[in-house]
């Protein structure tokens, strides 16, 4: 990926003419010339793997990701006014950073929250905490009941502690009142323009809600999207099949797969194992659809002309994914743009790299999980890590990666994510962990850049600066070059569609 000086004009949304130079970026567009002093120019940036609405709710509401313990996060808690009917809701809380490590419980918020549901999202997504208010209102009493890939944690005696696992959540959720749609908007575009920042163009947006599929078309259609967004939709319960979802086309907004889940997430020891948790002899986690529903659920998709991107961590989960993926590739070989997408494959047995020979099965990874869950990882898989957070060993698997962050799980800087990508440093620390996994620059920006673009559903238009492609890219402090310095880039400019949708005015230079 090189990186451009000089002379770039913008017509109609589309590069009409590119002239290199040294030491100067020049954006000349229909009314405006933009100037930036030894800058450089790339194609934007992809993140593959994100929740736009999410992160639109997550500005605006309690975030709980500093806290460094569950004290903290009730006291940020008591500052925080806004409330969601009356529901108080927090996202971000991660007993890994606490002094105390253990689960929280209800009696934290209990105590001062008595008469209004409380419920606290972990970092990852994949548990929740809330308040005896909250369980009231959701039917969660002493009585024992089994949860099909979920779990109601609970005391010695039967009572519920006010932690909820993977499919437990939606019993308590499913009574939070929803967002009105013009929050949802300001919301959506808030998330964008944040985004934007970062020098994101283009964004794969993750497990997307039907009922908010209007939401993107009108925006869409007002030309208020300032990213192209491809969305795979819920579908774990067949939601795309009851709302008659089809795929969707439009410049800013396309409906192009759904979303699957096999298993949960490291963290809460969720993520399917073959063998047991390092931490927790007896626990292999949970594996959420067997290998027969796998196959039946995507080949209906296939069937609804839908890609499928399917959620797999733990080497039992991927090893399931790619069992099914290998079998329907049998059965669809012909169909040449379609593409398999595992969503994170984190750790992947050696054994099943015979299932990633097919070029179509994509493994779309987040870096920067890899930095943030490294002390916890260790703990949960043991010798095991050396098979977790892989990028060089599937790039010698010549398999297609796709870099992400999962925002707003982690941050959605891609700088970092790239950083991750190329140094694998430890958060927190000067370590690199497993440094033999490392990718260089170049294959990084690949996966942030031209590998997303290369994917039947996105367009080749893009991800390449020359005459006739989109004006989609960004404008940079410096070149990404040497490894030391990535953390120091700095987006300076957005173009998307060829109109400015950000730009960092201190380095205009004349
Ligand atoms: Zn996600």
Known sequence: MEAFQGKIRLTKG??????????????????????????????????SHGHIASLGTKLNALQLNDCLSKEDCVQKALKHQELRGNWLLGYGWNNENWFNKSFPDKKELDFYFKDIPVCFYRVDG????????AMEIAGINNRKCDIKGGDIIRY??????????????????????????????????????????????????????????????????????????????????????????????????????????????????????????????RNKGLLLLKEKELYEKIDKAIGHDLQVAVHAIGDRA??????????????????????????????????????????????????????SDSEMAIKRLGQ??????????????????????????????????IDAFVNRIENNTIKQWFSEETINISQALNAYISNPRGLGYSN?????????????????????????????????????????VFIDKSFISY
Not at 128 to 133: P, Y
Not at 388 to 417: C, M, R, T, V
Not at 461 to 487: A, H, P, Q
């Open 126 to 133: 994949h548990s929740i905490w809330v308040n005896s208010k």
């Open 460 to 500: 080749i238009k893009r991800g390449k600066l020359k005459e006739g492609n989109y004006g989609d890219f960004i404008v940079l402090n410096k070149e990404l070059k040497s490894k030391t310095e990535i953390k120091k880039i700095k987006v300076i400019a957005t173009f998307v569609n060829g109109k400015n």
């Open 318 to 371: 991927n090893r399931t994914v790619l069992k099914t993926f290998n079998k329907i590739l049998e059965k669809h070989y012909e169909k040449h743009n379609l593409y398999f997408r595992i969503e994170h494959a984190q750790i992947i047995h050696p054994d099943d790299f015979c299932y990633l020979s097919d070029g179509r099965i994509i493994c779309s990874v987040q870096p920067i999980h890899c930095i």
């Open 156 to 281: 010695k005696d039967g009572s519920p502690t006010g932690v909820l696992i993977d499919n437990a959540i939606e019993i308590v959720t499913k009574h939070i009142p929803k967002l009105s749609k013009e929050k949802i908007s300001k919301y959506i575009l808030n998330a964008i323009s944040e985004l934007n920042k970062n020098g994101l163009t283009e964004i794969h947006d993750m497990d997307l809600n039907p009922d908010l599929i209007n939401i993107y078309k009108e925006l869409s259609e007002a030309e208020k999207l300032n990213i192209r967004i491809f969305s795979f939709v819920k579908a774990q319960d067949d939601e795309y099949i009851k709302y008659k979802i089809k795929p969707y086309c439009s410049d800013f907004f396309s409906i192009v797969g759904i979303k699957l889940y096999v298993d949960g997430a490291l963290g809460s020891r969720g993520a399917a194992l073959l063998a047991p948790y390092s931490d927790e002899p």
């Open 14 to 47: 589309v590069i009409s003419y590119l002239e290199r130079g040294i030491g100067y970026s020049e954006i000349e567009t229909n009314n405006l010339t933009y100037k930036f002093k030894d800058c450089f120019v790339y194609p934007g940036f992809v993140d």
């Open 384 to 417: 095991r890590c050396k098979y977790a957070y892989l990028w060089k060993s599937l790039l010698n698997q010549n398999i297609n990666i796709l870099g992400g962050s999962d925002f707003p799980i982690e941050s959605h800087n891609p700088i970092l994510g």
